[in-house]
């Protein structure tokens, strides 16, 4: 779940999208999420590129936002999961 505040969350997950002319028609627009640990180490990057009818994103992003967000959505769980992999498998301790 979203949190205000940082100090309580065990990763985050930050954004930087540009937009730019391409053509006289459309623009290019990439989108890098990068999932970062609790103490701010990267644990990893999801980069999204494509080239659109140009003003697409000038008003309310609407459906475009949905779609954009489950696309990063699908790279960071993928580098969550390979992160639950790779980690030793802990015995249980014996009582």
Do not use: M, Y
Not at 57 to 73: F, K, M, S
Request: proline share 7%.
């Amino acid at each position: 779940n979203p949190l205000p505040d940082t100090a309580g969350a065990d990763f985050v997950i930050g954004c930087v999208v540009k937009v730019w002319q391409d053509s006289p028609d459309s623009e290019r627009v990439t989108i890098e999420w990068v999932l970062l640990a609790a103490s701010g180490s990267q644990l990893g990057d999801v980069k999204q590129a494509n080239r659109i009818p140009r003003g697409q994103l000038a008003g309310t992003w609407g459906n475009t936002a949905h779609i954009i967000a489950q696309g990063g959505w699908q790279g960071l769980s993928e580098i969550l999961e390979r992160r639950q992999r790779s980690r030793p498998v802990v015995p249980p301790a014996k009582s």
